[in-house]
């Protein structure tokens, strides 16, 4: 055992390539864990029965717009949860944006705005930065539903409607994309 920690060390000292692996390796481990710990306590399984409404005041369900449930099967769906005066969920728009040119018909994108006083908060939002995806207005039970703690918070939801995944906060688009299509 002595000879390989002493070869490792080794390595670790001479070879900038090794090091860098064993840093990024270590940085990797480092953000799963605080993906992991981030969201320990979001809804998994069967995605929750949610009160929405559209910007135009129809009531809406999820299962309305993803596809979800119906007769045909449905499609993957990244759930977009956000709030109007999040700083970070208006970084985190274009990004949903490119994953919906990305993923085409392939999966849906819709979005959720909670976390407004008024509906027309968002419909001014949604003026300023149009959308190629659906953007629907929750009330306060969306979030309690959810176990949304942080904005952006973004659920993955397979085929059948039932949560495969999320994260919560920033997340590249490469990262949206990967997480759509691969669970």
Same mark, same amino acid.
């Given at each position: 055992?002595?000879?390989?920690?002493?070869?490792?060390?080794?390595?670790?000292?001479?070879?900038?390539?090794?090091?860098?692996?064993? %840093?990024?390796?270590?940085?990797?481990?480092?953000?799963?864990?605080? $993906?992991?710990?981030?969201?320990?306590?979001?809804?998994?399984?069967?995605?929750?029965?949610?009160?929405?409404?559209?910007? *135009?005041?129809?009531?809406?369900?999820?299962? *309305?717009? $993803?596809?979800?449930?119906?007769? /045909?099967?449905?499609? /993957?769906?990244?759930?977009?949860?956000?709030?109007?005066? =999040?700083?970070? =969920?208006?970084?985190?728009?274009?990004?949903?944006?490119?994953?919906?040119?990305?993923?085409?018909?392939?999966?849906?994108? +819709?979005?959720?705005?909670?976390?407004? %006083?008024?509906? *027309?908060?968002?419909?001014?939002?949604?003026?300023?930065?149009?959308?190629?995806?659906?953007?629907?207005?929750? *009330?306060?039970?969306?979030?309690?539903?959810?176990?949304?703690?942080?904005?952006?918070? +973004?659920?993955?939801?397979?085929?059948?409607?039932?949560? $495969?995944?999320?994260?919560?906060?920033?997340?590249?688009?490469?990262?949206?994309?990967?997480?759509?299509?691969?669970?």
């Amino acid at each position: 055992m002595r000879p390989l920690l002493a070869r490792i060390s080794q390595l670790y000292r001479e070879r900038r390539a090794f090091r860098w692996g064993v %840093e990024l390796l270590g940085f990797a481990l480092v953000v799963l864990a605080i $993906s992991a710990w981030q969201t320990r306590h979001h809804v998994r399984g069967a995605a929750p029965a949610l009160r929405l409404t559209t910007l *135009d005041g129809a009531p809406a369900t999820l299962a *309305d717009v $993803s596809g979800a449930g119906g007769a /045909k099967p449905g499609k /993957k769906t990244l759930l977009y949860v956000w709030a109007t005066w =999040c700083g970070v =969920c208006k970084a985190e728009s274009q990004n949903i944006e490119w994953v919906r040119a990305l993923v085409g018909d392939r999966a849906r994108v +819709i979005s959720i705005a909670t976390g407004y %006083e008024h509906p *027309d908060e968002v419909r001014r939002y949604v003026a300023a930065h149009p959308t190629k995806y659906p953007v629907l207005l929750g *009330d306060e039970s969306v979030p309690r539903a959810l176990a949304v703690q942080g904005y952006p918070t +973004i659920y993955f939801l397979d085929a059948d409607g039932k949560i $495969s995944g999320s994260v919560a906060g920033y997340t590249t688009t490469l990262g949206l994309w990967w997480r759509l299509v691969a669970q």
